[in-house]
């Protein structure tokens, strides 16, 4: 594998690359905004924002220190809009989605209702889609280990994108991964005890072929499942999805580059970087300065027998990585002990997300070409660099926007719907104590005055504490008296006649954030 050296000039046919490890400000919008237009001004909104402790100088500007080329964030900053509105005509089939204002102009003339709360949908009462003009829109999808971005945006033929409406979805893997881990210990602690002999129940069966644990498979199947629901919604004509950002196998063996080769050249170490990024917070693991340029440090140097694996590499600011030099982590933090115990702790850390991601980056493109005709992949560098140049802020959604190849991004939604994976219930009909025997009966029937728990509801209680008009997801209880989750808090006691029906449940949660509010 060819390697780039330090002052190596590269090949013109290679996109433009920066010296600093991240660079992605976020253009603020206005003040006079607008939504539901099809063209948009082009100008700069005045205001920057940082994401993610990425740096944040001007992005308009041409760098200096390589004339000819440009800093990435080059050129006219994207407009904030309000989420689009999905549309369906009286049939069920999807329309071209549109602006809040024309939906609630439908709503109020009668000539739309309801159809779905979250994600809000409308139904056309006196339109077909032979009746309508649908250009189509397209989906990408940013899947990751614990979070997947998923973006439907609008795109011309000059790759020109405008962001209609976000989702993020958070996976339960972990989740999935400890309750088979505590399944598993307790049948061995039952078979260990002094009690009655249990046959194992292993009889060396093979897996088969492309075989996922479940906590892997449900990333897959869930990421399907919203990619689905979507095209549901929405004429989705394309998907585009994004490989893995880096590959475990060759972080794992530290043979891409040696020596110096880690700290210098502007395309060195692209795997390694990406992964110490992500795993480092995009911070100083010395003095946790953010939006910084950033250098990639050995903690135990090499002058002293380090290695260049994964594991004894991390990220350091300028100032830093000088005062440390080839002094041990040690001998640098000895007035911060619980310092130097973190970092170490933090390196040694498996590539267990990376692998995950990697794991099951090739299932769902298998699962996604299986549903939809037109599925483009594309890699997680490419992505990176579309963002970069239309000056784009680091999350799972905007990273789902510039998926594949496009050349500009005109408009992308304020609010993101984040959906939290939580199950349907469970199979378990009884609970364990703490020996892992049977201690009650669960009931069968989830349904309770015609109410399951998870269930969107709005609640009008006319006295009391609680006084007044509520929206959230409800608990069902027996007594009748129910308890509802709403996005200000816990309310309990509600009784089951002042609740009625929103939304039956899906498994999963719904809230919103800003676009903006990075993690």
């Given at each position: 594998?060819?390697?780039?050296?330090?002052?190596?000039?590269?090949?013109?046919?290679?996109?433009?690359?920066?010296?600093?490890?991240?660079?992605?400000?976020?253009?603020?919008?206005?003040?006079?905004?607008?939504?539901?237009?099809?063209?948009?001004?082009?100008?700069?909104?005045?205001?920057?924002?940082?994401?993610?402790?990425?740096?944040?100088?001007?992005?308009?500007?041409?760098?200096?220190?390589?004339?000819?080329?440009?800093?990435?964030?080059?050129?006219?900053?994207?407009?904030?809009?309000?989420?689009?509105?999905?549309?369906?005509?009286?049939?069920?089939?999807?329309?071209?989605?549109?602006?809040?204002?024309?939906?609630?102009?439908?709503?109020?003339?009668?000539?739309?209702?309801?159809?779905?709360?979250?994600?809000?949908?409308?139904?056309?009462?006196?339109?077909?889609?032979?009746?309508?003009?649908?250009?189509?829109?397209?989906?990408?999808?940013?899947?990751?280990?614990?979070?997947?971005?998923?973006?439907?945006?609008?795109?011309?033929?000059?790759?020109?994108?405008?962001?209609?409406?976000?989702?993020?979805?958070?996976?339960?893997?972990?989740?999935?991964?400890?309750?088979?881990?505590?399944?598993?210990?307790?049948?061995?602690?039952?078979?260990?005890?002094?009690?009655?002999?249990?046959?194992?129940?292993?009889?060396?069966?093979?897996?088969?072929?492309?075989?996922?644990?479940?906590?892997?498979?449900?990333?897959?199947?869930?990421?399907?499942?919203?990619?689905?629901?979507?095209?549901?919604?929405?004429?989705?004509?394309?998907?585009?999805?994004?490989?893995?950002?880096?590959?475990?196998?060759?972080?794992?063996?530290?043979?891409?580059?040696?020596?110096?080769?880690?700290?210098?050249?502007?395309?060195?170490?692209?795997?390694?970087?990406?992964?110490?990024?992500?795993?480092?917070?995009?911070?100083?693991?010395?003095?946790?300065?953010?939006?910084?340029?950033?250098?990639?440090?050995?903690?135990?140097?090499?002058?002293?027998?380090?290695?260049?694996?994964?594991?004894?590499?991390?990220?350091?600011?300028i100032p830093c990585n000088h005062a440390k030099g080839s002094t041990a982590v040690e001998e640098f933090l000895k007035g911060k002990p619980a310092l130097a115990a973190r970092i170490q702790a933090q390196a040694k850390k498996p590539l267990r997300d990376a692998a995950a991601v990697n794991a099951t980056r090739w299932a769902l493109c298998r699962a996604l070409n299986s549903t939809f005709p037109s599925v483009s992949v594309a890699t997680g560098g490419r992505t990176k660099w579309n963002r970069q140049s239309v000056g784009?802020?680091?999350?799972?959604?905007?990273?789902?926007?510039?998926?594949?190849?496009?050349?500009?991004?005109?408009?992308?939604?304020?609010?993101?719907?984040?959906?939290?994976?939580?199950?349907?219930?469970?199979?378990?009909?009884?609970?364990?104590?703490?020996?892992?025997?049977?201690?009650?009966?669960?009931?069968?029937?989830?349904?309770?005055?015609?109410?399951?728990?998870?269930?969107?509801?709005?609640?009008?209680?006319?006295?009391?504490?609680?006084?007044?008009?509520?929206?959230g997801r409800v608990a069902v209880r027996t007594s009748g008296r129910f308890n509802m989750r709403t996005r200000h808090g816990l309310i309990q006691g509600i009784h089951h006649r002042h609740v009625r029906l929103l939304q039956r449940a899906d498994g999963y949660a719904y809230a919103t954030r800003d676009e903006a509010a990075v993690r």
């Amino acid at each position: 594998m060819a390697t780039f050296h330090a002052g190596q000039r590269t090949h013109q046919a290679v996109l433009p690359q920066q010296l600093a490890l991240e660079f992605a400000p976020a253009d603020t919008p206005g003040s006079r905004d607008e939504t539901g237009r099809e063209d948009h001004t082009d100008g700069v909104v005045p205001g920057v924002e940082h994401g993610r402790g990425e740096t944040g100088e001007g992005v308009t500007e041409p760098d200096r220190r390589h004339p000819g080329t440009s800093v990435p964030g080059e050129g006219l900053a994207a407009r904030l809009s309000h989420p689009a509105v999905f549309v369906l005509d009286r049939h069920g089939r999807p329309l071209q989605p549109t602006s809040p204002a024309r939906a609630r102009k439908l709503l109020k003339a009668g000539r739309a209702v309801v159809a779905r709360h979250t994600p809000f949908v409308i139904r056309l009462k006196d339109r077909t889609d032979a009746e309508s003009v649908v250009s189509g829109v397209e989906l990408g999808i940013d899947p990751g280990s614990k979070y997947t971005g998923l973006a439907v945006f609008a795109a011309t033929g000059k790759g020109v994108r405008r962001g209609l409406y976000h989702v993020e979805l958070q996976h339960r893997g972990g989740q999935i991964r400890d309750k088979l881990t505590a399944r598993a210990a307790h049948r061995r602690g039952r078979r260990s005890r002094n009690l009655r002999y249990r046959t194992r129940r292993f009889r060396n069966r093979a897996r088969p072929e492309g075989w996922l644990a479940p906590s892997l498979r449900h990333r897959v199947e869930t990421t399907k499942t919203w990619a689905t629901r979507l095209t549901r919604w929405a004429p989705v004509t394309a998907v585009h999805v994004e490989l893995a950002a880096f590959d475990t196998q060759l972080l794992a063996s530290g043979d891409t580059l040696v020596g110096a080769e880690y700290q210098h050249g502007t395309l060195a170490g692209a795997e390694v970087r990406e992964y110490l990024l992500s795993k480092w917070q995009r911070r100083c693991a010395y003095c946790g300065a953010s939006g910084v340029p950033l250098n990639i440090d050995h903690i135990h140097p090499r002058s002293r027998g380090g290695s260049d694996r994964i594991s004894n590499l991390t990220l350091a600011c300028i100032p830093c990585n000088h005062a440390k030099g080839s002094t041990a982590v040690e001998e640098f933090l000895k007035g911060k002990p619980a310092l130097a115990a973190r970092i170490q702790a933090q390196a040694k850390k498996p590539l267990r997300d990376a692998a995950a991601v990697n794991a099951t980056r090739w299932a769902l493109c298998r699962a996604l070409n299986s549903t939809f005709p037109s599925v483009s992949v594309a890699t997680g560098g490419r992505t990176k660099w579309n963002r970069q140049s239309v000056g784009l802020s680091k999350t799972h959604t905007l990273d789902a926007l510039c998926v594949g190849v496009m050349s500009k991004v005109t408009v992308y939604p304020r609010e993101v719907l984040t959906a939290v994976a939580g199950g349907r219930g469970r199979y378990r009909r009884t609970d364990l104590d703490r020996h892992g025997f049977p201690r009650k009966t669960n009931p069968r029937v989830k349904a309770v005055f015609g109410f399951q728990t998870g269930d969107y509801v709005r609640a009008v209680i006319p006295i009391g504490r609680y006084a007044g008009t509520h929206v959230g997801r409800v608990a069902v209880r027996t007594s009748g008296r129910f308890n509802m989750r709403t996005r200000h808090g816990l309310i309990q006691g509600i009784h089951h006649r002042h609740v009625r029906l929103l939304q039956r449940a899906d498994g999963y949660a719904y809230a919103t954030r800003d676009e903006a509010a990075v993690r």
